[in-house]
């Protein structure tokens, strides 16, 4: 089920609104340079918008046990989704602990049917690194979730593991709703197309 274009406006405008969407030249992990930044990590500042996007998160899931998230992003985007949703949570480390129990997974996933979500995804490498996880624990895993698709491939690589992937706002949406709005320029908004153009091609 998707998102109300409304509901998708309304969040757009709220993590524009509180900084986490810029405008520029940013330079990727990866080494490529983008023409803008997404940065939820700062959602944890702001608990009200994170529990409206827990709640949204929530409205699309169904028939699932439990809920795991990515560290760090998903962690406390899977805890609000968690408390919002009673739905028992468990979240995956990107390594192994060096002391006490040496585990990769926290929470009881074994045959359990568990949803991985993250609060965003370009390649999916994060979101497959998850799954592997949760599955190596003999954990049921074919769906993911994301505030933020970036259209990078992740979509694609996901389905080679037979999980699919659903957000609620792709960055083809942000930019349009963004332009929509008046928020980008016109050198913003092409350079955007652009950038996206040249991923999907």
Known sequence: MKLKEQKKRELVLAIYNHEMVQFGSFKLTSGKVSPYYINLRKLI???RLMKRIAKLMVSQMEGFDVVAGIATGGIP??????AVGEIPGA???KEEKAHGISKTVEGDVEKKNVLVVDDVTTTGGSLIYGVKALRENNAIV???LVIVDREEGASER????????QALLTISEIMEILNKENLLTREEYQALKNYLSNKKS
């Open 91 to 93: 979240y995956i480390r």
């Open 158 to 165: 996901l389905k080679d593991h037979s999980v699919t992937l």
């Open 77 to 82: 985007l899977s805890s609000f989704i968690s």
């Open 45 to 47: 500042s702001f608990p």
């Open 142 to 144: 074919k769906h993911t």
